[in-house]
T-cell receptor, first 113, second 108 residues
Framework: EPEVTQTPSHQVTQMGQEVILRCVPI?????FYWYRQILGQKVEFLVS????????KSEIFDDQFSVERPDGSNFTLKIRSTKLEDSAMYFC???????????FGPGTRLTVT | KNEVEQSPQNLTAQEGEFITINCSYS?????LHWLQQHPGGGIVSLFM???GKKKHGRLIATINIQEKHSSLHITASHPRDSAVYIC??????????FGAGTILRVKS
């Protein structure tokens, strides 16, 4: 069965450093999402991406965040200058038009020290 | 702002029991996802429904659009069903609004 993959599974970084989280969505999917979950809290929407551009973003997704689909298969989330409060699990999700079911990646646990 | 509320927050059951988790949602939500999250953190989609009822193995999900309410049922529960179950509503633009999750523990 096709699946969404994410790398790395765990990233530790120092405050102020840039991080790039990578996702490979399911190949024929057209809609891509990033969500995050701070430990002990609800999963929150960050950004949606369709047709090579951002379709919607939340208040969390400020100028420190950016997304890209650099080569037609990868979908990346970049945090330019990490803060302690960026520590969270980051999930990528994708879906095609069939059934509107979103498929989630396994997540990247980001720890900012 | 759309919201999704789940209950209960925590649920402990004995193996074999029938389990129900409830979810209510606000007006702007067009469909409901039921998701399962294991201790490692990964999220698996169980169901997406916009009307009626769906069944997969021992899991059944129902939705009542008029009452804006959905339930997830687990029949003949088993310790391996222990996980966090999350209800998430789909908004315009297909982004998801998540409930807080129900922590289920099934004891043998």
């Amino acid at each position: 069965e096709p699946e969404v993959t994410q790398t790395p599974s765990h990233q530790v970084t120092q405050m102020g450093q840039e991080v790039i989280l990578r996702c490979v969505p399911i190949s024929n999917h057209l809609y891509f999402y990033w969500y995050r979950q701070i430990l002990g809290q609800k999963v929150e929407f960050l950004v949606s991406f369709y047709n090579n551009e951002i379709s919607e973003k939340s208040e969390i997704f400020d100028d420190q965040f950016s997304v890209e689909r650099p080569d037609g298969s990868n979908f990346t989330l970049k945090i330019r200058s990490t803060k302690l409060e960026d520590s969270a699990m980051y999930f990528c999700a994708s879906f095609g038009d069939r059934a509107y079911e979103q498929y989630f990646g396994p997540g990247t646990r980001l720890t900012v020290t | 702002k759309n919201e999704v509320e789940q209950s209960p927050q925590n649920l402990t059951a004995q193996e074999g029991e029938f389990i129900t988790i409830n979810c209510s949602y606000s007006v702007g939500i067009s469909a409901l996802h039921w998701l399962q999250q294991h201790p490692g953190g990964g999220i698996v989609s169980l169901f997406m429904l916009s009307s009626g009822k769906k069944k997969h193995g021992r899991l059944i999900a129902t939705i009542n659009i008029q009452e804006k309410h959905s339930s997830l049922h687990i029949t003949a529960s088993h310790p391996r069903d222990s996980a966090v179950y999350i209800c998430a509503g789909m908004e315009y633009g297909n982004k998801l609004v998540f409930g807080a999750g129900t922590i289920l523990r099934v004891k043998s």
